[in-house]
């Protein structure tokens, strides 16, 4: 099997793209499987979801020596002008799930249902070490930010995000991980990652 570091500690995260990679022939490790690359300083200073997964990539793939996985997503409110965006993880002053979904209701709080529509957007990098291989791709989820928090089977904004494919009717936190995977921001960007590494390092 060819093994793959996927750059990542969140565990939520990582069963997400377990469930892409099952029967791929890719033997996936995770950041958590590492302690001394989770010391790595990473500073995710980019303007876009890309440029964060680049450093993401780079850094952790030239540290490991193998080839890497690193992606940076976050959700972007049309009436926020795109905000929280690159900032998600980190647009509350705690920087925790609950206090991002706190602030990002309380941004929204005079806005009605009409005008609450929003987006995932999700970059996967791939760096490869042994070759200079790099790429990146991308994908986008649509959905409205619901009015309250619902539900807790989910990480990040999932209480609030409501996904048209549900027709506004449950949150992603309401839904199970399953359910997710499938249609999701970080689902269909793993994908089209899957199918690059399968053309280029037939297994």
Avoid at 3 to 10: E, K, R, S, V, Y
Avoid at 73 to 94: H, I, M, N, Q, T
Avoid at 111 to 127: F, G, K, L, Q, W
Wanted: with cysteine.
């Amino acid at each position: 099997m060819e093994d793959i570091l996927i750059a990542t500690a969140n565990r939520g995260k990582a069963q997400e793209i377990s469930e892409i990679f099952r029967n791929s022939g890719f033997n996936l490790h995770f950041l958590f499987e590492y302690p001394e690359l989770m010391k790595i300083n990473i500073q995710e200073n980019a303007s876009s979801f890309e440029g964060n997964a680049l450093i993401k990539a780079l850094l952790i793939g030239q540290a490991a020596g193998m080839l890497t996985l690193a992606d940076d997503s976050g959700l972007c409110v049309d009436a926020l002008k795109g905000a929280p965006g690159v900032l998600s993880a980190r647009y509350s002053a705690e920087k925790t799930d609950i206090a991002n979904n706190l602030k990002l209701l309380d941004a929204l709080s005079a806005v009605p249902m009409s005008e609450r529509d929003c987006h995932y957007h999700c970059s996967v990098a791939i760096y490869n070490p042994q070759d200079n291989f790099i790429d990146t791709v991308a994908a986008v989820w649509r959905g409205k930010v619901a009015l309250e928090m619902r539900g807790d089977k989910s990480f990040g904004y999932a209480p609030i995000f409501l996904a048209g494919d549900f027709n506004y009717e449950k949150s992603n936190a309401e839904c199970e991980p399953e359910e997710l995977v499938v249609i999701n921001h970080r689902g269909q960007a793993f994908k089209q990652a899957l199918k690059i590494l399968i053309s280029r390092y037939s297994i």
